[in-house]
Each structure stands twice: as C-alpha cells, then as structure tokens.
C-alpha cells in the first residue's frame, strides 16, 4: 500500500503559538490529501481535504483562520495550527487517496499529537 | 444522510474466543466498504475493501463479509496483538476525491 509520512509526532507548545505540521506521500503523487482530527477513544473527524495548487474544502464548523492548509506540491501538505489554545490539543492524521482493490480508498499517516500548555 | 454505526463500542475477549465486529451503514448508494485497524497513536492501517453484498475478504484471523445493510468483522481465534481500535468506513456514490465515512469504531481487547 501506498506510504504517507507526517512530521513531527509529537510538538508540545505554549498557549497562543502557531504549530506547523506536515504531511508526505512518500511513494506517489496525491492530488489530494485529507487531514483528520481524533479526540480520545473517539473516531476521526474529517476537518479539510487539501487540493494541490487550489484552496482546501473545510468541513463545517472548522475555522479557516485557524487551521491554515496549504498544499504546494504533489507531496507535500501542511496544517498549520495558528494561535494554539489548549482546547486544539488533539491526534491530527492525515491521508492521501490510493488503490485498494480497484477501488480509491485513503492511507493514513502515523499522526501528530499536539499538546498546548 | 449519510451515517456509519459500529457496535459494540468496547469488546473484551480471552485469547482464542471467535466473535464479531458490526458496521451498520446507511447511504444512498454504496461505492464501497472499508476496515482499517488502529494502534492507540497511531494512524489507521487498511485491512479490506468490499464493494457488493455477498463479498468476503479474509486475511490471517480476520474475516469481513458485507450485506446491503451491514458488514461484519470475524475474528477467528484472536491473540492479544489483535488488540486494536477498529474503523468501517464507507464511500457513497456521488463521493468526491476519496472522501469517506468513518464510524467510531470497536476498541477490541484480547487478553491472554
């Protein structure tokens, strides 16, 4: 199956500091790439779907200002988390669409945990 | 709309006793029916597709089969290092870019 990388694992940081996280398809090209919010012991949360070259598509209810996406290379997406509070600390997975069976299923990155002190 | 339920929430089960996983969805139409595994802190891991009723997939202990309303998760004589969470998740017609459904998943819980 296709290999996603996202970097770092783990940030810790302090109330009101913006948090960079990155996403990589390792061994093929992702148009598109998705990033997901888990809380603990609940499912994913879909939050934006990153489109190469173009805005990215929010979910309802997660703010633009806040979570920043940008995806500027076939390879490459980053979530960038602005004015961390620590109601933003949270599991943040991203997935990129490969085959499975014939049919687009998603990869998932290993994931970020972010802390905000 | 669009909705995925996974039950139980939690499973506890002693070192080589078979049971079974639901995932009841219910979409407009059905592209196709996914499990993933997930290892606490670490993102989930693809285990099957299935796209039509009647399908099976089987891989080690693992068995998914699908209806037009549910799938099932068998897991046959399961260890403790089938501990996981696991997700179904499903992909409408109609869905754009690879977008899917995620349920909330079954925390499953072998001990030995």
């Known amino acids: 199956g296709a290999v996603v990388s996202q970097h770092p694992s783990r940030v810790i940081c302090k109330s009101g500091t913006s948090v960079k996280i990155e996403c990589r398809s390792l061994d093929f090209q992702a148009t598109t790439m998705f990033w997901y919010r888990q809380f603990p012991k609940q499912s994913l949360m879909l939050m934006a779907t990153s489109n190469e070259g173009s805005k990215a598509t929010y979910e309802q209810g997660v703010e633009k200002d806040k979570f920043l996406i940008n995806h500027a290379s076939l390879t490459l997406s980053t979530l960038t988390v602005t004015s961390a509070h620590p109601e933003d600390s949270s599991f943040y997975i991203c997935?990129?669409?490969?085959?499975?069976?014939?049919?687009?299923?998603?990869?998932f990155g290993p994931g970020t945990r972010l802390t905000v002190l | 709309e669009d909705q995925v339920t996974q039950s139980p929430e939690a499973l506890r089960l002693q070192e080589g006793e078979s049971s079974s996983l639901n995932c009841s969805y219910t979409v407009s139409g059905l592209r196709g029916l996914f499990w993933y595994r997930q290892d606490p802190g670490k993102g989930p891991e693809f285990l099957f597709t299935l796209y039509s009723a009647g399908e099976e997939k089987e891989k080690e202990r693992l068995k998914a089969t699908l209806t037009k309303k549910e799938s099932f998760l068998h897991i046959t004589a399961p260890k403790p290092e089938d501990s996981a969470t696991y997700l179904c998740a499903v992909r409408p017609t109609g869905s754009s870019a690879s977008k899917i459904i995620f349920g909330s998943g079954t925390r499953l819980s072998i001990r030995p």
């Open positions: 997935s990129a669409p490969g085959l499975a069976g014939g049919l687009d299923t998603q990869y």
